[in-house]
């Protein structure tokens, strides 16, 4: 478990990725090199996967957001996944349980843009029995995990 400064430095972090250590540690009331510690710590064992930008699809002309449903063919699934994690467009792949093994989530420039990749690269390169996809019309929340 993390300590209570350790809440409030990854909090810290969370808010502003590039604040620099020195105003955590006036934060926290602890000395940078402690500050520096706790941090490597929290890396160290897992807390923090890494520091990273967040870009902003839509400036770079994504501004469709689908959910694919997949249901694979289970004899080639292991390979199918190795492939299915190349395909650019595809931003999030989730293996899952129920009829549809796979979940997946892409970003398209448009709708022209989806149909195009749907049948000329999905179905066209990956043995899928069944599929959907879903449109998002509208985001309600969207965040990553926060303490």
């Known amino acids: 478990m993390v300590s209570k400064k350790d809440k409030i430095i990854l909090k810290l972090l969370q808010k502003q990725a590039r604040i620099p250590i020195s105003e955590i540690a006036k934060k926290v009331n602890m ?19 890494n520091y990273s930008v967040l870009l902003n699809p ?7 957001l689908a959910f694919f449903n997949l249901e694979m063919m289970p ?37 022209e843009d989806l149909t195009d990749f749907i049948n000329n690269t999905l179905l066209h390169n990956f043995p899928i029995q069944n599929y959907t996809v879903e449109i998002v019309t509208n985001s309600i929340k969207d965040t990553v995990y926060s303490i």
């Open 31 to 49: 000395s940078e090199n402690g500050v520096r510690y706790r941090l490597e710590k929290l890396e160290h064992e897992g807390y923090i996967k």
């Open 58 to 64: 839509k400036k770079f002309g994504k501004r469709t």
């Open 75 to 111: 004899k080639t699934m292991k390979s199918d996944l190795k492939n299915l994690i190349e395909i650019e467009e595809f931003i999030k792949i989730y293996q899952t349980t129920g009829q549809y093994s796979i979940k997946a989530i892409g970003l398209f420039n448009d709708e």
